[in-house]
């Protein structure tokens, strides 16, 4: 019940095209849902968070599309580029709980 | 701001040794957290602090320990380095629970 699944574990996406990466999760507490881009050697770094009151955020070609009933959250990456390429992780958490859960993450590589 | 910051990069221990990775925010932030990363499996939680002099187990705590004496500083100990621990540790902290979490740039532990 505290895991958050993702898929694809990896993915290749053309330049200009979008790329998508699904999450579920059964914890219905949850209340808080970010992801992070890692590039090779760093640490994660927060790309953009919903909260469950709406069911979309939009930040620059990053939006987040966020589906209670179905307990699923998608990151949607318009016109991926070459610098998008990296390993996205979606995470979970609620408000009574330890810390962010993390999904396994999904290596993305966008080809020119 | 240096944000979070981790010492060693890079340490090779022999089996049974000991360590202590470091880790020190210039954020003020009372959370602090200890993820170790391994190949597609995510991010699991080692330990937690949620302000000085308090700490909690997270996900696999089996083989750490931390202290937590200072709002800054939030060091995590290996006691008797087994090859299982081989792994990519993370520090980071949030100025809260259901905020998002600045990471450090990560210590790429080996244990032979």
């Known amino acids: 019940q505290q895991q958050v699944k993702q898929s694809p574990q990896s993915l290749i996406v053309q330049k200009g095209g979008i790329s998508i990466i699904n999450c579920a999760y059964e914890n219905t507490a949850f209340d808080y849902f970010p992801w992070y881009q890692q590039f090779p050697g760093k640490g994660p770094a927060l790309l953009i968070a919903i909260r469950p009151d709406v069911s979309e955020k939009k930040e620059g070609r990053f939006t987040i599309s966020f589906n209670k009933s179905a307990k699923q959250f998608s990151l949607h990456i318009m016109d991926s580029q070459p610098g998008d390429s990296a390993t996205y992780f979606c995470a979970a958490s609620s408000q009574a709980g330890t810390a962010l859960i993390f999904g396994k993450g999904t290596t993305l590589s966008v080809s020119s | 701001n240096a944000g979070v910051t981790q010492t060693p990069k890079f340490r090779i221990l022999k089996i049974g040794q000991s360590m202590t990775l470091q880790c020190a925010q210039d954020?003020?932030?009372?959370?602090m957290y200890w993820y170790r990363q391994d190949p597609g499996m995510g991010l699991k939680l080692i330990y937690y602090?949620?302000?000085?002099?308090?700490?909690d187990k997270g996900e696999v705590p089996n083989g750490y320990n931390v202290s937590r004496s200072t709002t800054e500083d939030f060091p995590l100990r290996l006691e008797l380095a087994a090859p299982s621990q081989t792994s990519v540790y993370f520090c980071?902290?949030?100025?809260?629970?259901?905020?998002?979490?600045?990471f450090g740039s990560g210590t790429r532990l080996t244990v032979v």
């Open positions: 602090s949620v302000g000085a002099g308090i700490t």
């Open positions: 954020m003020n932030h009372n959370y």
């Open positions: 980071a902290s949030g100025q809260g629970q259901n905020y998002g979490y600045t």
